[in-house]
């Protein structure tokens, strides 16, 4: 997180002297991605072959403001095409000063932040943080944990002094540490069953649930899955009830046209000598 740097507000009042206002995270991508479409501009650089039929099913799904999963085979630009929508956040965007989950000074949500709040008022402390800070990736395994993704009890804070019940002992998982940014989960069906269920409430209430606290932890954010579909992996499935939560489902494909191979060679690949252009034809027909 960037400290406040010279000309940016440092405190709440100075960023309302701004005219600065709330939006959520999915409004700020909408209007993003809307002004690059009316620009020209590319909202998803690098991706190859996608122009007619998986990008124009991605933009309808973020400007209706929907959580997705990317449903495709391995090597077809999943994980990539998920990075690229970091690009859509404003490249700097500010939170309340030492806040874990980066909450906005605007409306703050966790317990330290709405204490600072109502103690500061418009002397609460602003940093300012960049848009790479907002994106948080995690690879789905068989022994991720509610504990990763949500939260769980921080024996540190407990042990100086704190009681368990306090909501300031929570140390928060990977989920909250992405509000007011996005968050991307690779290979979903990976989690265990009983993981997948402590996402319900993210995806329909928008907020999270710690074990052994009342708190209820409203949250901002954008989710993004990747999956392969069933009948090509059998290491697990998305349940049901998740699956129905997702606002839309994209198949990705791979390169239907030889001049995207050539493309997408010429792209990725770390070539130590100049190959000409039909060697990297012969290479995309092989390998089709």
Aim: net charge negative; proline share 6%; aromatic share 4%.
């Amino acid at each position: 997180m960037s400290l406040t740097e010279p000309g940016r507000p440092a405190t709440l009042g100075e960023l309302r002297s701004t005219g600065h206002v709330h939006r959520s995270v999915k409004s700020e991508i909408r209007e993003n991605l809307l002004a690059r479409l009316r620009a020209g501009e590319d909202a998803f650089p690098g991706m190859v072959g996608f122009e007619d039929s998986v990008l124009p099913e991605l933009e309808t799904a973020l400007l209706a403001g929907h959580d997705l999963v990317l449903l495709g085979e391995r090597g077809q630009g999943k994980t990539r095409l998920m990075r690229t929508l970091a690009g859509l956040l404003d490249e700097w965007s500010p939170v309340v000063e030492g806040c874990e989950i980066g909450d906005d000074p605007h409306a703050p949500s966790c317990v330290r932040c709405r204490r600072l709040a109502a103690e500061l008022g418009d002397d609460l402390p602003v940093a300012w943080r960049h848009r790479s800070e907002r994106y948080t990736e995690k690879l789905a395994t068989p022994d991720t944990s509610v504990g990763d993704l949500v939260g769980d009890v921080d024996p540190v804070k407990v042990a100086q002094g704190r009681t368990l019940g306090d909501p300031e002992t929570v140390h928060y998982g990977l989920v909250p540490r992405s509000n007011r940014g996005i968050f991307g989960l690779n290979e979903l069906p990976d989690l265990a069953e009983r993981i997948q269920v402590a996402l319900f409430n993210v995806l329909e209430e928008r907020d999270i649930q710690i074990r052994g606290y009342s708190l209820r932890l409203p949250l901002d954010l954008l989710l993004v899955a990747t999956a392969n579909p069933e009948d090509y992996t059998n290491r697990g499935r998305i349940i049901t009830p998740l699956k129905d939560r997702f606002g839309a489902e994209i198949r990705t494909h791979y390169p239907t046209e030889v001049s995207d191979e050539v493309a997408l060679i010429a792209q990725e690949s770390a070539l130590v000598a100049d190959v000409p252009e039909h060697l990297l034809e012969v290479m995309a027909r092989f390998t089709r």
